[in-house]
T-cell receptor, first 112, second 116 residues
């Protein structure tokens, strides 16, 4: 079964702290995507990771991919309130005919 | 700006009514998708289309139908709406025209549908 699991599903943190969101997936893939969704809004593409060891950074967010461990991480450095959102990872597997399989999302609340 | 648009943005309807949600894109992408989002369940794929003549069922196609009228237009129909189809519906596009090996998708603003 093609599965993508995120944890935690909910995270409340203080501004200035660091934290990591984890995305595990069930079988071989080297294509992983991170998206952001603000409440009631659409999904915005953040990062596309296409190989083992890939690392992408944008501001206080850094994403990485370990295909051997079937794991991606989204690291938040010195969190600020504006990063409050729900973050989704998605994977496209060789067996999924280019369909994306989505994690359930991590709702991140950053308190001032 | 190249974009993905959805109409209507909000719709309230009654059980048994036929509803059509429309999606248009100016990105020139070949692939289009319909998803529904329910709280705590992430995104689930309803239908997807690789081009005008290639339409495929997704994970939860029962109770839905689609039409790809042109490369830029992809509509979703609920033939007889029921309350558990109340959800947020998203259209998305991706570009595989150049044989790109990855599937970054770009989303419309969503349609909030309530079935009473």
């Amino acid at each position: 079964e093609l599965k993508v699991e995120q944890n935690p599903l909910f995270l409340s943190m203080q501004e200035g702290k660091n934290y990591t969101i984890y995305c595990n997936y069930s079988t071989t893939s080297d294509r992983l995507y991170w998206y952001r969704q603000d409440p009631g809004k659409s999904l915005e593409s953040l990062f596309v990771l296409l190989s083992n060891g890939a690392v992408k950074q944008e501001g206080r967010l850094m994403a990485s991919l370990d295909t051997k461990a079937r794991l991606s991480t989204l690291h938040i450095t010195a969190a600020v309130h504006d990063l409050s959102a729900t973050y989704f990872c998605a994977v496209d597997f060789m067996d999924s005919n280019y369909q994306l399989i989505w994690g359930a999302g991590t709702k991140l609340i950053i308190k001032p | 700006d190249a974009d993905v648009t959805q109409t209507p943005r909000n719709r309230i309807t009654k059980t048994g009514k036929r509803i059509m949600l429309e999606c248009s894109q100016t990105k020139g992408h070949d692939r289009m998708y319909w998803y529904r989002q329910d709280p705590g369940l992430g995104l689930r794929l309803i239908y997807y289309s690789f081009d005008v003549k290639d339409i495929n069922k997704g994970e939860i196609s029962d109770g839905y139908s689609v039409s790809r009228q042109a490369q830029a237009k992809f509509s979703l129909s609920l033939e007889s709406a029921i309350p558990n189809q109340t959800a947020l519906y998203f259209c998305a596009t991706s570009d595989q025209r150049t044989g790109r090996s990855y599937n970054e998708q770009f989303f419309g603003p969503g349609t909030r549908l309530t079935v009473l």
